[in-house]
């Protein structure tokens, strides 16, 4: 009896997994598909931490390392923490692809620079 029950749950589930995968237009099967993009969505989630934690601990590493040497004993720490802060906001957002292009007055100082180019 216990088997025909665990038979059944195999079926429906098996039968269930058939109907999904036609809803979502793979007849052949989307597990594999949906894990490669939770791969996929796992690994730009850590690339975005990292580079925004690691643009934090830059800043803060700065600001302590300039408190050391000049004596500012807590700006540096603050004003580099939050420098730092902005750059990482600033890394996530190019990642992300809200930022893409640069400013129109980085454009034309990279305009500049290309037409004094020895000419031959």
């Known amino acids: 009896m216990e088997t025909d ?20 237009g793979n007849p052949e099967g989307g597990v594999r598909a949906a894990s490669e993009n939770d791969r996929k969505g796992y690994s730009q989630a850590l690339k975005i931490s ?13 600001g302590y390392l300039l408190d050391m040497v000049l004596p500012i004993k807590p700006w540096g720490l ?28 980085d454009r034309i100082g990279e305009a500049r620079n290309t037409d ?3 000419k031959p």
């Open 116 to 118: 004094k180019r020895p």
């Open 50 to 62: 990292s580079e925004f934690i690691a643009a934090v601990i830059v800043g803060a590493m700065l």
């Open 5 to 24: 029950r665990q038979d059944s749950l195999e079926e429906r589930m098996e039968k269930l997994r058939k109907e999904l995968c036609q809803a979502e």
């Open 78 to 105: 603050i004003i580099f923490l939050l420098l730092g802060f902005c750059a990482g906001i600033l890394n996530v957002l190019r990642v992300v692809g809200v930022v893409t292009a640069p400013h129109p007055v």
